[in-house]
């Protein structure tokens, strides 16, 4: 077993897990915050995305034990109160969502994203959402949120 | 956060911060975990299964085999496809036992199933099954397994032919034939593809003794059609299975049926007195989720000097797997049927369907659910003979669309057309897509040492004609007044809450955060139909309207008595009744409220209507370049202009066509399923092997609309959902054709890809050296 103590979203947490727990499932079976979702088991998809001391990291990659002593931000520690990070607005103005299981993968990469590059272009964005799978929207309304949400953070 | 969110879908806030719930955030207490061990063969015998080491593993509660399946006579599936053929044959269904019994038949198929206390430690007690299997030969291609000395699937269906129907005069056809100036015969596939919604399957199923009864915790596309089947295959009465149902991450018709995995679920709550969870991983998903597509289809399109059509002749091998899922048949079948003659007046049509069992996972409907396969071979058909004939691809096109005057147009097979006007929609299309400027475009890619071609696709669909011959909605007052919608829909994307809620708010005239929708609610006695088939915003969000209606009128007897006037004195609008002479009024939702908590809410009502089918249809153009060192295809451009009927929300049907578009892009460029032909192995199992589209892969579309507004329903809808996918299979393929056919090239199947393409352009540019 091992013991973990890390920061989620501004909360210290402190848990006992399996070795072999990945940091997805001390996020949803552990914390109860499911918003991380899971849609692959090749880190393929990019459904699990959350950020690991402020860098984007495929949550199904990774050992819980490895984010000891870390920060994470999920999908449900972006919005401030009732304010929408401006990447999760964009995502709704933008319609870049249908069915939403990859969004929260899909708007914790563009976050990531728009940190190392406040204004990519359109090769940028398709590079950098390359390890983030929508099987709804065809991409074109998220290309256009991060767009709109690298415009807002100017 | 609400305000400035406030002209966005409504599902959105819940979805982007992280609060949908989707089945595998669903949890019961005291639950247990099933992991399915699935066998690594794909045509064998089971020999023996020893499970009992796996039931010392730590944790290991139960361990189900093929045994339990047959005990509890979990193998019948139900079948969408119900007619028979011209000799009364009906479809032959081989049983399908919830856990494989006696005989596997496809890699991944359900051996056993371990139940634990955790996901964990059933999972790692499936290597502790001990099962001999003995190999049986393989076949994994359809045409292959409808030929003689093909191995044999199941033991009722010789040939593995399951069924063989055919439609429209073979004799009137025959004699067109012979009387026409040219005909172009071509054969094409429709590959198999695997659906991948980003949401893996999942349920938790839990039994209650007392009633003998279960709760079923599943992604899903709608609670009737899925109470309908759990209990055609479980034998268990409708009213003992309560379903909860809740966000869907995507579906394409693969969330459309039961599963094997679903019965077995229940065997094992009901045997073990606890809830029982599963969460697919994604490569089970690639194994045992249904398939979509995997059709083989030749045709023939006779026509005269003038290029004018005279019959079409087609003959569809249609590979269902190993077993037939409920969607699967109907999809491959009864649909392209449907739309056998396209948007073209072809007086003599004539088609034939094979249905075959191969050693693969089963196929169930998928996006448009054989509506683009159909399409797609009439409109390669359609493509080829205007090369054939050196005649303009549009211009073809134009002398033999249905004209304006002749609908409703009864094809010569199952079909009757709603109203539609293709040349509006062509001229549209080709003017947006600038079609007479495409030299230019040419000239400029092949400067850039690119082949660029343009494809057009002018393509119908039939939707909406539900499997229950009616949608019902109520609306009903909660106790606080408030308004809410029900349906037995249920979105997996498509945005319910926020168009329904619309067209409620619209008819009322009062705000759109009024009104909320409920979907697939348990317990609320509503029929109609689930959401599939392009169909749910014709016919359940028609009789939003309806109900909306009825509200109205319902309402102002009620609303006469609040203001002290006869009812024929009280007139409505914009969400307020008031007296003729303006002196006083109130407003609908206030009335409602004045009543809140009587029991039953005296405005609760039942609203209900029967929508018949409806054709979205439009044209596409695509540009396609290829760079002919590489191989690697790129979409230049993409011009959609379709007709879905009247639109509600511009935003959401922009976003379907989005998606459809890009879906079909993945079909045409990347995504493909391959089971080795010798050992029935599928070797794309994974998003590494398995070509998902990507950003950019569509980087734009240019969207406009033709709109024809429909008769069936008081919308005017169409529906748009797979309209997308049925117009885009053959703009890109035949744009890419296009870019190809000087250096030789005739023919071209799906998938191009890269490795495809760099083959085909090689051996042309050798054949031209020789």
Not at chain 1, 5 to 10: I, Q
Not at chain 2, 484 to 491: D, I, K, P, R
Not at chain 2, 566 to 579: D, I, L, M, N, T
Not at chain 2, 652 to 672: K, L, P, S
Request: proline fraction near 4%.
């Amino acid at each position: 077993m091992a013991k973990i103590e890390l920061t989620v979203n501004g909360t210290r947490e402190a848990r006992e897990v399996e070795d072999r727990t990945l940091l997805v499932d001390l996020l949803r079976d552990h914390l109860g915050l499911t918003g991380t979702h899971i849609g692959c088991d090749t880190s393929q998809c990019g459904c699990c995305t959350v950020h690991v001391d402020g860098r984007a990291v495929k949550s199904c990659t990774m050992l819980a034990a490895q984010a000891n002593g870390a920060t994470v931000v999920t999908i449900e520690g972006m919005a401030k109160g009732d304010q929408l990070h401006p990447v999760q607005q964009a995502f709704t103005d933008c319609h870049a969502l249908q069915c939403g299981f990859c969004t929260p993968g899909m708007i914790m990469a563009t976050a990531a994203l728009l940190k190392d590059n406040p204004q990519p272009t359109d090769e940028e964005i398709y590079h950098g959402l390359e390890g983030n799978l929508c099987r709804c929207t065809g991409y074109i309304n998220i290309v256009k949120a991060v767009k709109q949400a690298a415009e807002t953070m100017k | 956060m609400s305000e400035k969110h406030a002209a966005n879908r409504r599902e959105d806030l819940r979805l982007i911060t992280g609060r949908g719930r989707y089945s595998s955030d669903m949890n019961l207490p005291g639950q247990l975990h099933a992991s399915f061990l699935r066998c690594d063969c794909a045509h064998a015998e089971i020999v023996a299964i020893n499970a009992k080491p796996a039931l010392k593993r730590p944790g290991v509660v139960a361990v189900f085999t093929g045994e339990d399946a047959m005990a509890a006579g979990y193998k019948d599936f139900p079948n969408l496809l119900t007619f028979t053929n011209r000799a009364g044959a009906t479809l032959i269904k081989p049983e399908r036992p919830v856990i494989a019994h006696g005989r596997v038949r496809f890699v991944g198929e359900t051996v056993a199933m371990v139940v634990a206390e955790s996901a964990l430690a059933a999972q790692d007690a499936l290597d502790a099954i001990e099962v001999t299997y003995k190999d049986l030969p393989v076949v994994v291609d359809a045409e292959a397994a409808l030929a003689a000395g093909a191995p044999q699937l199941h033991t009722n269906v010789p040939g593995n032919l399951n069924f063989e129907w055919d439609t429209g005069d073979a004799a009137a056809v025959e004699q067109a034939f012979k009387q026409a100036a040219h005909i172009t015969k071509l054969k094409v596939v429709s590959p198999r593809v695997v659906p991948s919604p980003m949401e893996p399957r999942a349920a938790v199923i839990g039994y209650d003794t007392a009633t003998d009864s279960y709760d079923v915790y599943t992604n899903s596309q709608g609670i009737i059609m899925m109470r309908w089947q759990f209990a055609a295959l479980t034998g268990v009465a409708e009213e003992k299975l309560r379903f909860h149902l809740h966000d869907v991450g995507g579906s394409f018709g693969q969330r459309s049926a039961v599963y094997p995995e679903h019965g077995a679920l229940m065997i094992a709550a009901k045997k073990l007195g606890r809830p029982v969870k599963w969460v697919s991983s994604r490569s089970e998903g690639f194994l045992s989720d249904s398939h979509g597509r995997s059709l083989i289809m030749a045709g023939e399109l006779a026509m005269d000097r003038d290029g004018k059509f005279l019959a079409a002749r087609y003959n569809f091998v249609c590979d269902m797997g190993a077993y037939l899922t409920p969607t699967g048949t109907a999809s491959h079948v009864r649909n392209p049927a449907i739309c056998t003659t396209g948007v073209y007046k072809i007086p003599a049509l004539y088609a034939n369907f094979r249905v075959a069992m191969t050693n693969t996972a089963p196929i169930a409907a998928y996006r448009g659910a054989g509506r683009p396969d159909i399409a797609y071979v009439v409109e390669r058909l359609v493509d080829q003979a205007a090369v054939d004939l050196k005649i303009d691809r549009a211009e073809l096109r134009r002398r033999n669309f249905i004209p304006l005057n002749e609908f409703p147009y009864k094809t010569p097979t199952m079909g009757v057309y709603e109203a539609s006007d293709f040349n509006g929609c062509l001229a549209k299309a080709l003017k947006a897509a600038d079609w007479d400027g495409f030299a230019v475009r040419r000239e400029a890619a092949r400067k850039r040492g690119k082949l660029r071609g343009i494809g057009l696709s002018t393509t119908i669909e039939g939707t909406a004609a539900g499997m229950f011959p009616k949608d019902q909605i109520a609306i009903e007052f909660d106790a606080q007044g408030r308004l809410e919608v029900f349906t037995v829909a249920l979105s997996q994307g498509q945005g319910h809450e926020t168009t329904f809620a619309q067209v409620v708010a619209d008819t009322l005239g009062v705000d759109a955060h009024d009104v909320t929708l409920r979907e697939s609610v348990q317990g609320k006695n509503i029929a109609g139909n689930h959401t599939g088939g392009s169909r749910s915003l014709v016919g359940a969000g028609s009789i939003c309207k309806v109900a909306a209606q009825k509200l109205i009128e319902q309402a102002r007897p009620l609303a006469a008595e609040a203001l002290e006037l006869e009812p024929s004195q009280v007139e409505y609008a914009k969400g307020v009744f008031s007296a003729r002479d303006g002196t006083k009024s109130v407003g609908l939702l206030e009335l409602a409220k004045k009543h809140a908590g009587k029991n039953p809410h005296p405005l609760n009502l039942v609203a209900e209507g029967s929508v018949g089918a409806t054709f979205p249809n439009g044209c596409h153009v695509a540009e396609v370049e290829i760079d002919p060192e590489t191989g690697v295809s790129e979409i230049a451009a993409y011009t959609a202009c379709d007709d879905s009927g009247a639109v509600i929300n511009h935003a959401i049907v922009e976003g379907q066509v989005h998606g459809g578009v890009a879906m079909g892009a993945g079909q045409v460029f990347g995504e493909r399923v391959f089971y080795d032909p010798a050992s029935g192995q599928l070797l794309s199992g994974s998003f590494s092997d398995y070509a998902m589209p990507r950003a950019g892969w569509v980087r734009n579309i240019n969207i406009s609309e033709h709109p024809v507004i429909s008769k069936v329903n008081v919308l005017g809808a169409k529906g748009v959902g797979e309209a997308g996918c049925t117009a885009s299979l053959s703009s890109l393929v035949t744009a890419a054709l296009d870019a190809v056919r000087p250096l030789g090239i005739q023919h071209l199947d799906m998938p191009l890809t890269a490795s495809r393409m760099w083959q085909v352009i090689q051996q042309a540019q050798q054949a031209k050296v020789k």
